[in-house]
């Protein structure tokens, strides 16, 4: 019987790739299965996240969690940002804790799981040219990553310090696995990177000169890819000769993640975010010219040391005016390792106070959900082309995301799992579309 490896990703999409790329280490090399119940696992991996201080803290919680229902004899790894982060500290917390895999690691976990009591994390190293054993199963929608790493430095994150400086991975490699997903049944490929339209800047060793422009272009040459992601570009690198790829190759979806964080500009200013919110703006401007369908989606932190009323205000008129589609939103969390969190300890700045900061994070949210739906009841009537990726038998309908990311539901007693189908919007549920085909 083979082993059983229990997983558990928290965090962004790097995380699930980073966990994506484990398995198939595991399954290939040490001939693990995947299971999802913790409690018959040989191993159980928690790839874990530091980007704010609630789920870093939940750590050990959750190890004596794992310690109290494990099969004896069963190892567990901690993996990732906070991994990489607080190191061997987790080995000196926690006695159940076999090692400690950093998130710039990750392409050691076949070795590091015969070790007993290690933490590898060196920030320093560079996997950008390994190459990970293949996922063995096909899937109609897959990840790449194209960069490993951060260079940018904002002030309130702590991502640079938990992924290292930031390298691209050679675009013959990116292309070549693109390659192989699609001729094992993949449609949809997300590429991605903390910031990928910083792509190209630093190779490990000399490389032929490429941008993300670039690589976006080369990519969508692939015959039988149908449709290109990314995730996250930075809105301070959406040059018009990117806008320009962006409108019009047909294989790129037109749905984008634009990181606003604040709409003040003084709040930009101390984020080190590069941008105002002017250029924000122009951006958002010329994208939606050239693509009046266009999907925007954006990240808000509110509660930045400092933030009055009036930069809050500033963030929500930007609200009003972009309008996004989609919207995380979170309360600043001080990080240990960033510049922000230095000028709180040295009392140059203060906390916004936690009621504050909940009150603009609940006024954003309501403002936001209201947008929505204002929105969402004009998609009736609307086209969409949808790739199916589910069929519901009980409910008789099949499930997949627009070209704009937007899910959608098709009434239907047809399976069309991995179809491209156009679908005509009849209904909104809040967030969710329902559709028929046309
Ligand atoms: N590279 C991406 C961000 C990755 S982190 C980018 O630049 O957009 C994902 C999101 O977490 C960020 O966009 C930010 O909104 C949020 N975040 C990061 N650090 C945070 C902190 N210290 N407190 C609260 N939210 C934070
Ligand atoms: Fe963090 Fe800024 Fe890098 Fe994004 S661009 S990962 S927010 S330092
Ligand atoms: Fe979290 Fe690390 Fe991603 S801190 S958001 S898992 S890069």
Redesign the pocket.
Known sequence: MSKKLYIETLG?AMNERDSAHMIAELEEKEFYSLTDNPKEADLILINTCS???KPEKKLFSEIGQYVKIKKQGAKIGVCGCTASHLGDKILKRSKAVDFVLGARNVSKISQIIHQKRVAWVDIDYDDSTYVFSQNQHSALKGMINISIG?D?K?T????PHTRGNEISIPADLILQEARRLVDSGTKEILLL???VNNYGKRFSSAHRAIDFTQLLNEMSQINGLERIRFT???PLHMDDNFILEFAQNPKICKAI?M?L?SGSNEILRKMR?GYSKEWFLNRVEKMRGLVPELSIGT???VG?PTESEEDFLDTLDMLEKVRFDTM????????PH?E?HHWLEEEQVHLVDEYIAKERLNRLKDRHKEILTEDNAKQIGKIHQVLVENYDVQNLWLEGRSNTNKLVRIRTDKNLIGAMCDVKITEVKGAQLMGELV
Do not use: L, W
Request: hydrophobic fraction near 25%; glycine fraction near 2%.
């Open positions: 962004c980007v704010r201080e951060c940018k904002c309130y994150c702590i991502v990177g903390q910031n996250s570009p930075h993640h990181p964080q975010r990240d808000i932190i930045f995380y939103s979170f309360i600043y969390s001080s990080r960033t922000a």
